[in-house]
């Protein structure tokens, strides 16, 4: 089956920087993607990886390991606006290209 | 960005009705998705579809249909409401590339 791996919680400090971690198990990978949540809102897409590598985006970066099936989100410069929930997504090319979601990272940005 | 757009944002129901949920978007992407959130447990689809014809169930489609009237339209329908699908609901509509995928504000049901 599929599922995938995040924290719960992160707290940083402002102007700090913070990596929220994603592990991943699916039957058929294609793609990670990382989405904002602010309480409230809806989710917002931040980056999408298919390849191995950084791909860098003002201050949030995602990275893919693909033969590790492990990726992650960086922040720099944190920001207060920065709190909110981060989601790792896999696109799962067995049973038909599904977006599965992780749980959630809850970001605490403290000044 | 798309602009998607759904109604209700709010509704309260009780057990055994028949409720939908509509779901529009204005950048003519192709990809409809229906998802619930539930504290804790993220985001998880309940049903996609990939164009007009193309409709797919997600990981927990038992209890929901849906109907893609038109390339913009996608709704949700609960078929006898049941408390535990007390959730709030999001609709996105998205690109095939790279996986992107816009949401809609989200609309909080509860079934009493």
């Known amino acids: 089956g599929q599922s995938l791996e995040q924290p719960s919680e992160v707290t940083a400090v402002e102007g700090a920087i913070v990596q929220i971690n994603c592990t991943y198990q699916?039957?058929?990978?294609?793609?990670l993607s990382w989405y904002q949540q602010h309480d409230g809102g809806a989710p917002t897409f931040l980056s999408y990886n298919a390849l191995d590598g950084l791909e860098e985006t003002g201050r949030f970066s995602s990275f893919l390991s693909r033969s590790d099936s492990y990726g992650y989100l960086l922040l720099q410069e944190l920001q207060m606006k920065d709190s909110a929930s981060y989601f790792c997504?896999?696109?799962?090319?067995?049973?038909?290209?599904?977006?599965?979601f992780g749980a959630g990272t809850r970001l605490f940005v403290k000044a | 960005d798309a602009d998607v757009t759904q109604t209700p944002r709010n509704r309260i129901t009780k057990t055994g009705k028949r409720i939908m949920l509509e779901c529009s978007q204005t950048?003519?992407?192709?990809?409809m998705y229906w998802y619930r959130q539930d504290p804790g447990l993220g985001l998880r689809l309940i049903y996609y579809?990939?164009?007009?014809?193309?409709?797919n169930k997600g990981e927990i489609s038992d209890g929901y249909s849906v109907s893609r009237q038109a390339q913009a339209k996608f709704s949700l329908s609960l078929e006898s409401a049941i408390p535990n699908q007390t959730a709030l609901y999001f609709c996105?509509?998205?690109?095939?590339?790279?996986?992107?995928?816009?949401f809609g504000p989200g609309t909080r049901l509860t079934v009493l």
């Open positions: 997504a896999v696109r799962d090319q067995g049973g038909g290209f599904k977006t599965i």
């Open positions: 579809s990939f164009d007009v014809k193309d409709i």
């Open positions: 699916t039957s058929g990978f294609y793609g």
């Open positions: 996105a509509a998205g690109t095939g590339s790279t996986d992107t995928q816009y």
């Open positions: 950048k003519g992407h192709d990809r």
